[in-house]
């Protein structure tokens, strides 16, 4: 038996989420039943997070314990190609037994996208959330820096799994502007069950001028649901990359492959 850990990017808006339901379709499953597929073996696949239905990933880390002498770069190929689609394994290795996906996680990093066309785009309307309204850049920005630091975010998580406290460190909250488009691209050593959805609906009301950026303030503070935003929907919501303390795919890296071009990782 051997551990192996991969990264994976998918479109949340083919299946019902990370998670396996009953009688519900999701990546796990899609995963689980590739490795059947290819190994022969059952297997449980565990993920560094959960994500929500719509809900996009372009550097998910999972791991698995399988018997397979599969070679890592053969399994991935064979994986990817028993995938039913929705998925891609971009990189796979084997590691240490001690490694877990979610547990050995220090943090993670989440993109939101944002398009604020007048009328919505005619194509990416699964992967982009659309604000057909100006949006006061230097206001975004001021409530952001309000974010930064170690806080109880009450306030911007909503009703889910258990969880001991809501206390998280927001470590940098970045806005990039383009062309009727913005990215927030939030970093955290964990987050609340919708909170980085949350975060994004504050700033897109403070861009609005719904909000003024002192609200931050007033929703940490009075930890009141009501003193930050609503929800942004999940389709503009990607998790990017998963932060270890040791080098994931560190042969990957070093032979430069998918390193051309812009990247968020």
């Excluded at 796990?28 to 565990?46: I, K, N, P, Y």
């Excluded at 194509?123 to 230097?138: G, I, M, N």
């Excluded at 935003?229 to 040791?246: C, F, H, I, K, M």
Aim: overall charge positive; proline content about 3%.
């Amino acid at each position: 038996m051997r551990t192996v850990r991969f990264q994976v990017a998918y479109d949340g808006s083919t299946c019902h989420g990370w998670q396996r339901q009953d009688g519900f379709d999701s990546i796990q499953a899609r995963l689980e039943d590739a490795f059947l597929a290819v190994t022969g073996e059952t297997v449980v696949v565990h993920g560094a997070g959960r994500t929500d239905a719509g809900v996009h990933a372009i550097g998910q880390v999972a791991h698995a314990r399988i018997a397979s002498g599969l070679v890592d770069d053969r399994l991935r190929h064979a994986l990817n190609a028993s995938s039913v689609g929705g998925f891609v394994v971009r990189e796979l290795e084997t590691c240490s037994d001690d490694f877990h996906a979610r547990f050995s996680a220090r943090g993670k990093r989440y993109l939101y996208h944002v398009v604020t066309t007048r009328f919505p785009p005619p194509f990416a309307r699964d992967y982009t959330h659309h604000v057909p309204w100006r949006l006061d850049l230097q206001a975004m920005r001021k409530a952001a820096r309000l974010m930064l630091g170690r806080h109880d975010f009450r306030a911007f998580g909503n009703v889910g799994s258990p969880r001991k406290d809501c206390v998280r460190t927001i470590k940098s909250l970045k806005i990039v502007a383009r062309q009727e488009r913005f990215f927030f691209v939030v970093e955290g050593d964990g987050f609340l069950f919708n909170m980085v959805r949350t975060i994004a609906g504050t700033l897109i009301d403070v861009g609005r001028g719904r909000r003024d950026p002192e609200c931050v303030v007033r929703a940490i503070e009075t930890k009141d649901r009501r003193q930050s935003g609503q929800t942004a929907p999940p389709q503009g919501l990607y998790l990017v990359r998963v932060l270890y303390d040791e080098p994931l795919f560190a042969a990957a890296r070093a032979e430069g492959r998918g390193r051309a071009g812009f990247t968020f990782g």
